[in-house]
């Protein structure tokens, strides 16, 4: 295998010292603090194989942006999908996935989002009225599982263009945060990605009985959404029809399934995540909910925002922004080398393990001003867009990423216009989780609606 430069620009690669069990307890914190304390790039060994970590935002643009020739996903990254959504295509490397990619970035593309904006707000409305129903009148108390319910209405009727009851809704989201937290057991137990899937394991059984019971809520619901019969538009049916025409790699089977699961858990856990990271920005910092609310009102009143009015406030796009850059839902990218280069001056051999810091990229003094400071504004200005990487960059750059936004702006927009966010000073912002970081210390938000 010959070695390739991809850029004469030399990084150096400073080895480091690291105990298997710190990087197997918490390999996000462990991939920050060995990069940073490397200058940028650190290396060390663990199972006789080689650990790049990195927060050089020039050297991870350049890893991600590559078009998967040398570099591809991880084996934790794959054990993790196929735990969740089964084995397919989608858990897959090569030609299949990239067509399939391709349909979904056309299909959950910013233009055709903008087709789904009531279903959104629809969607939205539903899960809030369940939720209203359950406080008192005068308040409205959201926390972790709330903000999950409503992704999980939200998402079901843009994706569907169904309703959900509100005993499906709480089987299919009770299902899927259990699904979501028996898949971060591959990370915490490694000795599990070394077993097949079929082999009885406590984990992999549970896996396999939490996926059954998704099926059962979502297959009446798919099958009416692809049927030739049904003349409502859902985005699911979008995809559907856009491999047809473009005469990529057809869903067949459980590819459907397979499909729609894995962005249910992708963007239903991550945008609920992000939602409370808001939240706990917001309370911590109450005068950028006080300056959200005032904006929102002057602009819509009550009413929802037309489409094109969703970019609008500026400070709603920097609150969100600024949010993902302190805490973002995926503080570690893992990659494996599958051919032996050279990148920017660092050598790598194939099958050498990459831990990209988002974390780290994301609060460098290198690339941020006060790194540390909530500082919604900054985006208002250029920013190295090396350096902001929430969604990933290049060919596995997250497809959903533009109906996130837009369901997170529209449920932030309507809590906005009716409420009052009660300020808890003094909260911790520390986090666990190296698949999706979640607040480590959870907080109840009282929302308390104005007369």
């Known amino acids: 295998m010959t070695t390739d430069e991809f850029s004469p620009n030399n990084i150096s690669a400073k080895p480091i010292n690291v105990e298997a069990s710190r990087i197997l307890k918490d390999a996000s914190v462990t991939s920050y603090e060995t990069a940073t304390q490397a200058g940028g790039v650190s290396t060390f060994e663990i199972f006789n194989k080689k650990v790049i970590t990195i927060t050089n935002a020039d050297l991870a643009s350049l890893i991600q942006y590559d078009n998967e020739e040398y570099f591809g996903r991880s084996e934790a990254q794959k054990h993790i999908l196929q735990g969740v959504v089964g084995k397919s295509i989608l858990t897959q490397d090569g030609a299949a996935w990239k067509s399939l990619k391709g349909s979904c ?10 087709k789904y904006h009531q279903g959104t707000q629809l969607g939205l409305d539903s899960a809030l009225e369940i939720q209203e129903k359950q406080e008192e009148e005068a308040s409205l108390i959201l926390k972790r599982y709330n903000f999950e319910s409503i992704f999980v209405q939200t998402t079901t009727k843009v994706f569907l263009n169904a309703d959900l009851t509100a005993a499906e809704s709480a089987k299919l989201h009770n299902a899927y945060v259990e699904l979501a937290a028996l898949s971060a057991n591959y990370i915490k137990y490694p000795i599990l990605m070394l077993m097949p899937g079929w082999m009885p394991h406590p984990t992999n059984i549970r896996m396999r009985l939490k996926s059954n019971t998704i099926d059962h809520v979502l297959k009446p619901l798919i099958k009416k959404a692809i049927s030739k019969d049904t003349k409502t538009d859902s985005l699911l049916r979008d995809m559907d029809e856009e491999v047809i025409r473009e005469k990529r790699c057809p ?14 858990i992708a963007g239903i856990k991550t945008s609920a995540v992000t939602l409370e990271w808001i939240m706990m920005y917001l309370s911590e910092y109450p005068e950028y909910w006080s300056q959200l609310s005032t904006e929102c009102l002057e602009l819509y009143g009550t009413d929802y925002p037309d489409v094109e009015d969703q970019a609008d406030p500026e400070c709603l796009g920097n609150i969100i922004n600024e949010t993902m850059r302190l805490s973002p839902t995926a503080p570690l990218l893992a990659r494996k080398v599958i051919n032996d280069c050279t990148v920017a001056g660092v050598k790598m051999k194939k099958k050498d393990i990459i831990l990209i810091s988002v974390y780290g990229i994301h609060r460098s003094p290198e690339y941020w001003e006060n790194p540390e400071d909530f500082i919604p504004s900054r985006f208002s200005k250029p920013h190295n867009p090396k350096a902001y990487l929430p969604f990933q960059l290049g060919p596995h750059t997250c497809p959903g990423q533009h109906l996130a936004r837009r369901m997170i702006a529209t449920v932030l927009i309507r809590l906005a216009q009716f409420y009052d966010l009660e300020p808890i000073q003094g909260k911790s912002f520390e986090y666990e989780g190296n698949v999706v970081s979640v607040p480590k210390h959870a907080q109840n938000f009282r929302f308390v609606k104005r007369k």
């Open 251 to 264: 869903l067949k089977g459980k590819e459907h399934f397979s499909l729609l699961k894995s962005l249910y």
């Open 105 to 114: 970035n056309n299909s959950l593309s910013r233009n055709n989002i903008e």
